[in-house]
């Protein structure tokens, strides 16, 4: 299946997830290709990025933005090129990064939309260039605040963030310790991405490779994990380190709390006898006004091969659901995008 | 039981407590007259600091400071006057702010000392002016920038930090919040120090009462306490709330932990997706070079009547653990003081 020039695809949210996500969650309908009135144009999607956080949108719990409402489409940040347009400043051609969600086509009025021109790669907007090497760079050096000589540890190392946030952390001379799921990423993080270790989380002794591999202690553990990553974070943190804390990939999928003992005063008394900074963030609205300082540094550290980064790219729209369990279960391999329709 | 002029008493550490304290803890020894070198003083205590830091102290378990040995003297800070000197920049006389601990004497090299000169209650050295208060400065300030029209929440109310934080918050134009316990404690933190309410920790509804005070949700929790108040505190929390760190009353005498479910993950998720800040600190270590400031700034507040304090003073070395006991059960009413020696 691909996209067809009369008629629209969307994937819409058919049941709410009990646990991890399935197939029966997920839902592809199909509709008549929308029509811009003045003012609007027709933008068709490129590429869909599929990031962790969607997850949290599929619950109806209580979290920082809304849920997907049941029957409406998925929604997601993309690259699309304007197909018509009724817009005094938008063209016929030009690519603009949105957030039309999992679907061929959307209206806009240009409501939020950047235009991407000069990008070697357009996908990179979904991925080192937007949101996820955003998140990691602010994180990273304003709540993380890494000094030259210090040990940074990042979860989920070949991932979208982690890489980022470990590759700015060596660009400001910080030992950096990544952790992966498997062999073949650890391997990745340290010869391509030039981490100083990567620890496989699967291995039976984790925690104490992690403790070699942190001999003078951990100063930075930018979070983005959670669950056993962090268990074995805890008692590693040096006094005065700092804790910035993006997701918890690891509970997303949880159904309740885990047994106890209730260890909720392990962490307050860790925060407070070493003095610990932990902060949430959410990175548009804590540090939306600092988008354009990000992209022009990034930029140029891409462009002098500072930053390297690694997509795993899926082809077709009716294969993000699966592709989206995968993300959560770790198989991607590199910034997970959909390749939804022909550039 | 009094000072003597010819011997030295102290209270030692005799063992170390399983829970809460008893007297069995301590034992109180008496020894020769200490004798000053050349370069040296002899200081005698007439006010000992009790602080629940102390707690922690006691106990062996890794922290942030050496646990006092087994047989030393209890550490605290005191303001002692200088009875002779052999030291060129002290003379008899003088009112000095220091750390002699426990006991009716001790020698001193200068080295930490600080000179006490017109200050109307020299006591005050060790609250409004001392460590308290300035845990309540820099917390609320430095770490829970307080907005005025935002709410501010802090337990142990008419407590040595608590009081202070709260006139703080005041001064800044925030709607504040105490907890403490009782009907008494209550009435003063509202009547004699201006908060807009104060609730009752030992009330059934406790929890439903702070939720009520707290119509617009919380935005800096300064957290001194602990157990069922920070509980209760979480829900209500603000995105973008601060929560400064600096004490756990509530959790120092517990001898493990609380049965489950394991709720780590549920301070995680309210940090992440509230994107809340909360940071321990401890205050000289990490403001140590901003005293100065506290001080100035603090002596203009109290000359100007706009912060108020209170003081429950118990008389004579030897009842020392006994208070201290009380203070961790919460029976003292204001700043702990031990009166060990007449003025």
């Known amino acids: 299946m691909s996209q067809s020039p009369s008629m629209n695809r969307s994937i819409v949210l058919q049941s709410r997830p009990h646990g991890a996500p399935t197939d029966a969650n997920f839902s592809l309908q199909e509709s008549a290709m ?31 933005a809304a849920p997907v409402a049941l029957g409406a489409t998925m929604i997601g940040a993309t690259v699309a090129r304007v197909e018509t ?7 016929v051609g030009e690519l603009v990064l949105g957030f039309n969600g999992w679907q061929d086509y959307a209206l806009s009025d240009g409501t939020g939309l950047r ?3 000069g990008l070697a790669h357009p996908s990179s ?13 602010m ?29 700015i952390a060596k660009l400001k001379g910080c030992r950096v310790v990544g952790v992966a799921g498997g062999a073949e990423k650890c391997r990745y993080v340290v010869e391509e991405l030039g981490f100083d270790a990567c620890i496989d989380h699967r291995s039976p002794d984790f925690a104490a490779q992690l403790g070699a591999a942190c001999a003078k202690g951990i100063d930075v553990y930018f979070e983005n994990v959670g669950g056993a990553v962090f268990d074995a974070v805890l008692p590693l ?7 910035p804390l993006c997701g918890m990939i690891a509970d997303y999928n949880a159904t309740g709390l885990p047994a106890g003992p209730d260890r909720l005063r392990v962490l307050t008394r860790a925060l407070l006898t070493k003095r610990i900074k932990m902060q949430g963030f959410i990175i548009f609205d804590d540090y939306g006004d600092r988008y354009g300082e990000f992209f022009a540094q990034m930029s140029q550290w891409l462009s002098a091969g500072k930053i390297k980064f690694r997509e ?4 077709g729209l009716e294969n993000a659901p699966q592709a989206f369990i995968g993300l959560l279960e770790g198989k991607n391999f590199g910034k997970l995008v959909i390749r939804v329709g022909a550039d």
Chains 1, 2 share one sequence.
């Open 34 to 64: 929308p029509v811009p009135q003045d003012g609007q144009m027709l933008l068709r999607t490129l590429y869909l990025s599929l990031d962790p956080y969607m997850r949290g949108r599929m619950s109806d719990a209580a979290s920082y």
């Open 85 to 91: 347009s009724r817009h005094p400043d938008f063209s």
């Open 115 to 117: 235009k991407l021109a």
């Open 125 to 137: 907007a979904l991925g080192v260039l937007g949101m996820p090497g955003f998140t990691a760079y």
């Open 139 to 167: 994180g990273l050096l304003d709540i993380g605040q890494p000094q030259a000589g210090e040990t940074v540890v990042v979860a989920a190392a070949s991932g979208a963030v982690g890489s980022v946030v470990g590759q």
């Open 237 to 243: 943190l040096n006094a005065r380190a700092r804790v």
């Open 312 to 315: 795993d790219i899926v082809d």
